[in-house]
């Protein structure tokens, strides 16, 4: 196991009794062992290791069965813990336990899931528990997947369970009914044998169910939190209280976030093993046998000016972040340092995330949406129209890579032998519209079929980047007569009215959840609508063979489905798949032990500041 634990706190668990004398003995000795740890502790996470972090786009808070969207998860990822996670250094991805004991038994031909976790695990200390120190529980895991499917949460990750997990439907189903969900039902699905073990009743096999088990919103959700801070609200979204290495200390909305070591984290060692990347070994020697987290505090400040964040880099206010594609002239020449950095000793690590950027049209919206032949047109022919070599060009710099596959590079299930049928051909797609009665009027504007005005609402975010990218589909609805109206808006408030349905069209970043095509092929799912289906698609086609592709393990079976599925995308044309973009994390010379892993964003866990090399530096 990659990841050692202090022992302990293994042992803690073991030696728990129910005898009621030895019980408040107990509690005693927990008290003076928590103290004790903290001691120690100390000298592991810093104070004065400030790590300063720079998000591009606000946050939208810190319930994991509501936040969505990249940055809040990178928050929730350091506070809470799930059940699995990954190993840092292993590429593929490669999965291994961090609040379990091991990973899970699964038998009933891959129906039936059973994990222990560990004992002595304890959430960080919240008025929510009376001041008494409040252990880690299987019960937790199995409400926070309750959380999932509870309609007044509103939570956009119930896809991950509810259909999968056996009485979860039901549960929801009975809920919207009744108007609240009963916690204290039993759900078929959802068995605890004992204090320490989770049983998972699957309605059928689920090939990926483990990916789901280390995925953040499945994190452990202790019941007296969200009693005491209110659920489905922004009570539960400000005060996040996991097992993690992390607390939240501040938050200002939109602006900056602070966290701080948990003093009653459990601690971890630093004990991974080299792989074959160029780098790996360096890491290894610097980090090897250190306690985690070493990093004290970490300051996330959002900045969504692009030059804004690059001064603060340059400047040292920030010690790491990512240069977005529109900044890549001012650090990067092909795709390398400029020789002014590499004197300064900067940093770089240059990936393709594993992203699917792609422009979806709303499939309810009466202008766009429909299956009917002239609306299929209109959407071939914007798809036809688009240049995405230009935008990844021009937008972007040249920072990303144009996708033929929804599946992006280094998931499970990419063919990067696949061709897509939808090419740049401006012409065909005006004579598509042509064909199809989308005629122009005396002013050389395309009107609808039935001679109503035709015009295109495509919303970006409220920041540069945002008026670039509308810039570049204002060109491509000029070349083809059409009326498009841009629509800015905070991000936060994007991702509220795609959910919603509301939004005529917009493009939409996804990265992986986890390292799997099916995290890709689920986002045109009809019933993900209003969660991760942003497009509110439903194509009865593309339905049945992701159904059928879900319960088959990775394989050229379940290959030919997704190749079957990405044509369908190509004929009705719900979506436009647009690229994948690099991602050129910058550090200063005093960044310590970071790698970019595929699927995990809070790597600070595992990093260190080197204090020395950054008072010189300064």
Same mark, same amino acid.
């Given at each position: 196991?990659?990841?050692?634990?202090?022992?302990?706190?293994?042992?803690? @668990?073991?030696?728990?009794?129910?005898?009621?004398?030895?019980?408040?003995?107990?509690?005693?000795?927990?008290?003076?062992?928590?103290?004790?740890?903290?001691?120690?502790?100390?000298?592991?996470?810093? /104070?004065?290791?400030?790590?300063?972090?720079?998000?591009?786009? /606000?946050?939208?808070? $810190?319930?994991?069965?509501?936040?969505?969207? *990249?940055?809040?998860?990178?928050?929730?990822?350091?506070?809470?813990?799930?059940?699995?996670?990954?190993?840092?250094?292993?590429?593929?991805?490669?999965?291994?336990?961090?609040?379990?004991? !091991?990973?899970?038994?699964?038998?009933?031909? !891959?129906?039936?899931?059973?994990?222990?976790?560990?004992?002595?695990?304890?959430?960080? @200390?919240?008025?929510?528990?009376?001041?008494?120190?409040?252990?880690?529980?299987? +019960?937790? $895991?199995?409400?926070?997947?309750?959380?999932?499917?509870?309609?007044?949460?509103?939570?956009?990750?119930?896809?991950?369970?509810?259909?999968?997990?056996?009485?979860?439907?039901?549960?929801?189903?009975?809920?919207?009914?009744?108007?609240?969900?009963?916690?204290?039902?039993?759900?078929?699905?959802?068995?605890?044998?004992?204090?320490?073990?989770?049983?998972?009743y699957l309605n059928k096999p689920d090939y990926n169910?483990?990916?789901?088990?280390?995925?953040? %919103?499945?994190?452990?959700?202790?019941?007296?939190?969200?009693?005491?801070? =209110?659920?489905?609200?922004?009570?539960?979204?400000?005060?996040?209280?996991?097992?993690?290495?992390?607390? *939240?200390?501040?938050?200002?909305?939109?602006?900056?976030?602070?966290?701080?070591?948990? %003093?009653?984290?459990?601690?971890?060692?630093?004990?991974?093993?080299?792989?074959?990347?160029?780098?790996?070994?360096?890491?290894?020697?610097?980090?090897? @046998?250190?306690?985690?987290?070493?990093?004290?505090?970490?300051?996330?400040?959002?900045?969504?000016? &692009?030059?804004?964040?690059?001064?603060?880099?340059?400047?040292?206010?920030?010690?790491?972040?990512?240069?977005?594609?529109?900044?890549?002239?001012?650090?990067?020449?092909? !795709?390398?340092?400029?020789?002014?950095?590499?004197?300064?000793?900067?940093?770089?690590?240059?990936?393709?995330d594993p992203e699917l950027s792609h422009y979806y049209f709303n499939m309810q919206d009466p202008v766009l =949406?429909?299956?009917?032949?002239?609306?299929?047109?209109?959407?071939?022919?914007?798809?036809?129209?688009?240049?995405? &070599?230009?935008?990844?060009?021009?937008?972007?710099?040249?920072?990303?890579?144009?996708?033929?596959?929804?599946?992006?590079?280094?998931?499970?299930?990419?063919?990067?032998?696949?061709?897509?049928?939808?090419?740049?051909?401006?012409?065909?797609?005006?004579?598509?519209?042509?064909? $199809?009665?989308?005629?122009?009027?005396?002013?050389?504007?395309?009107?609808?079929?039935?001679?109503?005005?035709?015009?295109?609402?495509?919303?970006?975010?409220?920041?540069?980047? @945002?008026?670039?990218?509308?810039?570049?589909?204002?060109?491509?609805?000029?070349?083809?007569?059409?009326?498009?109206?841009?629509?800015?808006?905070? $991000?936060?408030?994007?991702?509220?009215?795609?959910?919603?349905?509301?939004?005529?069209?917009?493009?939409?970043?996804?990265? +992986?959840?986890?390292?799997? =095509?099916?995290?890709?092929?689920?986002?045109?799912?009809?019933?993900?609508?209003?969660?991760?289906?942003?497009?509110?698609?439903?194509?009865?086609?593309?339905?049945?063979?992701?159904?059928?592709?879900?319960?088959? %393990?990775?394989?050229?079976?379940?290959?030919?489905?997704?190749?079957?599925?990405?044509?369908?995308?190509?004929?009705?044309? %719900?979506?436009?798949?647009?690229?994948?973009?690099?991602?050129?994390?910058?550090?200063?010379?005093?960044?310590?032990?970071?790698?970019?892993?595929?699927?995990?964003?809070?790597?600070?866990?595992?990093?260190?500041?080197?204090?020395?090399?950054?008072?010189?530096?300064?």
């Amino acid at each position: 196991m990659p990841i050692s634990f202090v022992p302990e706190g293994e042992k803690t @668990g073991r030696m728990k009794t129910t005898n009621r004398n030895h019980k408040r003995g107990w509690t005693g000795f927990i008290l003076l062992f928590l103290a004790f740890f903290v001691c120690t502790h100390v000298q592991a996470a810093d /104070p004065e290791k400030v790590l300063r972090y720079v998000f591009p786009a /606000p946050e939208t808070g $810190f319930d994991p069965a509501v936040a969505h969207d *990249l940055y809040s998860s990178q928050v929730i990822r350091s506070i809470c813990e799930p059940l699995y996670t990954y190993d840092y250094l292993a590429r593929p991805a490669r999965l291994v336990p961090l609040v379990a004991e !091991g990973m899970p038994e699964i038998n009933g031909n !891959g129906k039936i899931y059973t994990v222990r976790i560990k004992k002595g695990i304890f959430f960080s @200390g919240d008025a929510a528990f009376g001041g008494r120190p409040r252990e880690l529980a299987a +019960a937790d $895991f199995a409400y926070a997947i309750r959380r999932l499917v509870d309609p007044n949460v509103r939570s956009a990750w119930g896809w991950l369970v509810e259909d999968k997990v056996a009485g979860l439907s039901e549960l929801a189903r009975n809920a919207v009914q009744s108007g609240r969900l009963d916690y204290g039902k039993p759900v078929k699905g959802l068995e605890l044998p004992d204090r320490y073990t989770l049983r998972i009743y699957l309605n059928k096999p689920d090939y990926n169910f483990t990916h789901i088990l280390a995925h953040y %919103p499945t994190c452990p959700v202790a019941r007296e939190v969200v009693e005491k801070y =209110g659920d489905a609200s922004t009570h539960v979204m400000a005060n996040p209280v996991g097992t993690g290495p992390y607390t *939240l200390a501040e938050w200002k909305r939109g602006s900056k976030i602070v966290l701080v070591a948990n %003093p009653d984290f459990r601690g971890l060692v630093w004990d991974f093993e080299a792989g074959s990347d160029a780098g790996d070994a360096a890491i290894v020697e610097k980090m090897k @046998g250190k306690a985690l987290p070493q990093i004290g505090r970490v300051e996330i400040s959002v900045i969504p000016e &692009d030059q804004s964040r690059w001064l603060a880099f340059q400047s040292a206010e920030v010690d790491m972040f990512n240069l977005d594609g529109p900044l890549a002239p001012k650090a990067l020449a092909e !795709g390398r340092l400029r020789p002014e950095l590499l004197a300064r000793g900067i940093q770089l690590s240059r990936t393709i995330d594993p992203e699917l950027s792609h422009y979806y049209f709303n499939m309810q919206d009466p202008v766009l =949406g429909g299956m009917e032949k002239e609306k299929i047109a209109l959407r071939r022919a914007i798809a036809m129209a688009h240049n995405v &070599d230009e935008e990844i060009r021009v937008v972007w710099n040249g920072e990303a890579i144009r996708l033929e596959y929804p599946i992006p590079p280094g998931m499970v299930g990419h063919d990067p032998a696949y061709k897509s049928s939808v090419k740049y051909e401006p012409a065909v797609a005006n004579a598509l519209l042509d064909r $199809f009665g989308y005629k122009k009027d005396a002013d050389g504007w395309r009107v609808q079929p039935d001679g109503r005005p035709l015009e295109i609402v495509f919303s970006a975010r409220a920041d540069s980047t @945002g008026q670039q990218q509308s810039e570049m589909w204002k060109k491509t609805f000029d070349s083809l007569g059409i009326r498009m109206k841009s629509d800015k808006r905070l $991000f936060p408030d994007l991702l509220k009215a795609e959910k919603q349905c509301q939004l005529m069209m917009r493009t939409s970043a996804w990265v +992986a959840d986890y390292p799997d =095509g099916e995290n890709f092929m689920q986002l045109f799912y009809g019933p993900h609508t209003g969660q991760s289906n942003n497009g509110c698609m439903k194509i009865p086609e593309f339905d049945a063979l992701y159904e059928q592709s879900v319960v088959l %393990p990775d394989g050229e079976e379940r290959n030919l489905l997704y190749h079957r599925m990405a044509r369908i995308l190509e004929v009705y044309a %719900p979506t436009r798949i647009g690229y994948a973009r690099y991602r050129n994390m910058l550090l200063h010379p005093w960044i310590i032990g970071y790698k970019k892993h595929p699927v995990m964003y809070n790597e600070w866990i595992y990093m260190d500041i080197d204090r020395k090399e950054k008072q010189g530096k300064k």
